[in-house]
């Protein structure tokens, strides 16, 4: 994810924001620059790369001067490169900018602002914010800021330069974190605490919709219309190896609590203004080749597997096209039939998965077109598929896979939307209902991360197990196949993920006194059938824990404990249903005392056969 850095004071502040921007490279990135207020004005150096390429450029020529701003991106609109690095400027070079998140009109702004005269060198969304800036510029930056803010849609935080007024550094956050830190004749941003931590521990947490100008001499905040805030410092009494975890114990909890973010930012601006209908701008297929699709086989592995799962479900109900779904590793050796009206989705969040790789090559060879759900933009799934959707999760940097499996579920529910639109499958009414879902599901993650403590309370009991089930049926059979790897994983714990209906064909024999099973009850029209799997095992001794929808009163009749999620379509119920599984199968190896970001014998990309 990207990280902002500013500084203004005395001291050199290359040497500052290079340091800060060192304690952020755990959030990972791809490309870094700096821009300094020199004798010579406004200068901005950048590269792809390490950080240490950055510092080379400087070592060779420095940036003299007591201001300025560095950042670290992380792909998101533009590949990795030199041009698409930020800071970025304006054509008079006067103004520069540093950004974290997404603008999401930024299109039509930069239509309009290159029909104003404006030339655009970078495939960013974020030059645009400096040429719009440039643009309202009357001779006070805080105004032009905030005219350009109101122009804005979409989650950012911004740290702004001008050479007009150079003892000023002017900070936005919308949604996108920053923070202000106040030390003795200088002052700081960061868009994380770690950043700015060896120079100061207090900080000013900007809120939604606030700013922030620094000088020397002092910080002055006020809300986006200009109203003084007064606010309290806050002391930080963190370590940094808290801090890079935003206080969580552990990145992967983190992680967690992330997801409505994570689903926000994947939907973004694939939703239209109106919200009822999905505009997928990256995907290059025509209708006609939409039309033309036959057949789509969705490959991955592990987590991203699941997803695939969910996602084949999805697309033929959405969109009436058959789909199946590969573990990558089996994919190519069963020679798959693969013609050039297949449609091959590839998952993956590191996007250098080597199975899903091959897979991708192996469906290219054979002619067909290859859509690849990545977490990451400039891997090597990302350049040699056709088309990419980018799930906006963020680095994730825990072993386990919890918010990239969560926005791989979004894409494919904007994607499967996005083909029953082309195709007709589904009426315009149906297709806003199913959006408007979409939009409520952050909230109703964050009303289910709200009562982690429940799920704190059952992880505790089944970490004492060594052996356990999950069951459901539909698409809560995907779903608890994801919440069964997620809790061996991390807790050592062996179990199995089964269709419900399945067990007693073999299965059942297992189950004994006391053993835990996780029941997974979400989807209405199978609950009834669910439930009577239940009272199979419940009648050979074990102790159920059930998952099911808010407002529905049968399930706690059966199990021994029940969890309630918010009511949402079926279709989308996997993209809460799977919160409390991650929970669970964090607080299980917690209590284990295992190493929950680190299992044992796993590396987070795995680059081998
Ligand atoms: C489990 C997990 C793995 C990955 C799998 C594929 O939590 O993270 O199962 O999902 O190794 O990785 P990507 O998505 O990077 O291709």
Redesign the pocket.
């Known amino acids: 994810m990207c990280g902002i850095v500013g500084y203004v004071g005395n001291r050199n502040s290359q040497n500052i924001l290079i340091e800060g921007l060192k304690k952020l490279e755990y959030r990972g990135y791809d490309s870094a620059g700096v821009a300094v207020y020199t004798t010579e004005g406004l200068q901005v150096k950048k590269s792809k790369g390490r950080l240490a390429v950055l510092e080379t450029k400087l070592g060779d020529e420095p940036l003299n001067g007591t201001i300025g701003i560095g950042h670290t991106r992380w792909a998101t609109h533009g590949k990795p490169s030199d041009i698409n690095s930020h800071p970025h400027t304006d054509n008079s070079l006067k103004f520069s900018v540093v950004h974290n998140g997404i603008i999401e009109n930024y299109i039509s702004l930069k239509e309009e602002l290159t029909a104003q005269g404006h030339v655009f060198v970078s495939e960013t969304d974020t030059e645009v914010i400096s040429h719009l800036i440039a643009s309202l510029y009357q001779g006070d930056i805080v105004k032009a800021v905030q005219q350009a803010v109101t122009r804005m849609r979409g989650a950012f935080a911004l740290g702004v330069l001008t050479e007009y007024e150079p003892d000023k550094l002017v900070a936005v956050r919308l949604q996108s974190p920053l923070i202000i830190g106040v030390g003795e004749g200088e002052n700081f941003i960061g868009s994380d605490i770690p950043a700015i931590l060896e120079y100061t521990r207090n900080v000013y947490i900007l809120n939604d919709g606030e700013m922030a100008v620094l000088t020397r001499e002092g910080v002055e905040l006020m809300t986006l219309e200009g109203n003084f805030i007064s606010r309290e410092l806050f002391h930080v009494d963190w370590d940094i190896v808290t801090a890079e975890k935003a206080g969580f114990d552990h990145f992967m909890l983190k992680e967690i609590y992330e997801q409505p973010k994570a689903y926000r930012d994947t939907m973004g601006s694939r939703i239209d203004a109106t919200g009822k209908k999905v505009v997928l701008n990256e995907i290059g297929m025509t209708p006609e080749q939409i039309k033309a699709i036959r057949n789509v086989h969705i490959v991955?592995?592990?987590?991203?597997y699941h997803a695939g799962l969910v996602g084949k479900s999805v697309i033929e109900s959405l969109a009436r096209i058959p789909v199946e779904t590969d573990v990558a590793s089996e994919y190519r050796y069963r020679s798959p039939i693969i013609t050039p009206q297949t449609l091959v989705i590839v998952?993956?969040?590191?996007g250098?998965?080597a199975d899903?790789l091959a897979a991708l090559r192996e469906a290219k060879r054979n002619g067909a077109r290859v859509l690849a759900i990545t977490n990451v933009v400039g891997s090597s799934v990302a350049r040699e598929a056709d088309d990419v959707i980018v799930t906006w999760a963020g680095p994730e940097i825990a072993?386990?896979?919890t918010k990239?499996y969560t926005s791989q579920l979004i894409a494919f529910y904007l994607f499967g939307l996005y083909l029953a639109q082309t195709l007709g499958t589904k009426d315009e009414a149906y297709i806003a209902d199913v959006v408007s879902a979409l939009q409520e599901l952050p909230a109703k993650v964050e009303h289910i991360l709200a009562q982690s403590e429940t799920i704190k309370g059952v992880a505790e009991q089944v970490s004492t197990h060594n052996n356990l089930f999950f069951i459901g049926r539909g698409l809560d059979y995907h779903v608890v196949m994801e919440g069964s790897?997620?809790l061996k994983?991390i807790s050592y714990i062996h179990s199995e993920a089964y269709a419900a209906g399945e067990l007693k064909h073999g299965t059942l024999a297992l189950i004994e006194e006391g053993i835990p099973v996780i029941a997974l009850a979400t989807q209405g029209d199978l609950f009834e059938k669910t439930v009577s799997n239940i009272k199979e095992v419940k009648a050979r001794g074990a102790h159920v824990f059930g998952i099911h929808e808010e407002g529905e009163a049968e399930l706690a009749k059966v199990v021994d404990q029940v969890f309630a999620i918010p009511a949402t379509l079926p279709l989308l119920t996997p993209a809460l249903s799977v919160v409390p599984l991650q929970l669970l199968s964090y607080y299980a190896s917690l209590a284990r005392g295992n190493d929950v970001d680190k299992p044992r014998n796993l590396a987070k990309?795995?680059t081998v056969e």
């Open positions: 991955a592995c592990g987590t991203a998952v993956s969040q590191s250098e998965t899903t072993v386990a896979s990239a790897l997620k994983e990309s795995v």
